[in-house]
């Protein structure tokens, strides 16, 4: 039964950039919910460009150190994307793999 119950489960795609305490909020927000152990989640890391590069370094160290989750699968592009074509690409990557998902980006906090 919990095998059954584990499959359905929607992976989360997390996409994050350069705001490391809008990423911690978000991360600590969805481990408290019931199932975050068993939920795999994915983290698409934009490039950085411009003036942006220390902030997506700490980013960076940050998400390296998440637990709480079933799986973390961390996706760290080298060159920036830009949001649009991030979420398209990361979306219909785990689609692809699972079927479905949730979508969360790093400034958005949901409740248990």
């Known amino acids: 039964m919990n095998d059954d119950r584990e499959m359905n ?3 989360i795609v997390l996409f994050v950039y350069n ?3 809008h990423t911690k909020r978000t991360i600590e927000s969805l481990q408290k919910n019931t199932g975050a152990g068993e939920s795999i989640l994915y983290i698409y890391s934009d490039g950085a460009k411009g003036n942006s590069v220390d902030a997506v370094e700490k980013v960076r160290q940050y998400i390296g150190s998440i637990t709480g989750f079933k799986k973390v699968e961390i996706i760290l592009r080298e060159q920036n994307m ?7 690409t990361g979306v219909t990557e785990v689609i692809t793999r699972h079927g479905k998902v949730i979508v969360m980006e790093d400034d958005i906090e949901v409740t248990p």
């Open 82 to 88: 830009g949001l649009a074509d991030s979420v398209i």
């Open 9 to 11: 489960f929607a992976p």
């Open 19 to 21: 705001r490391p305490e």
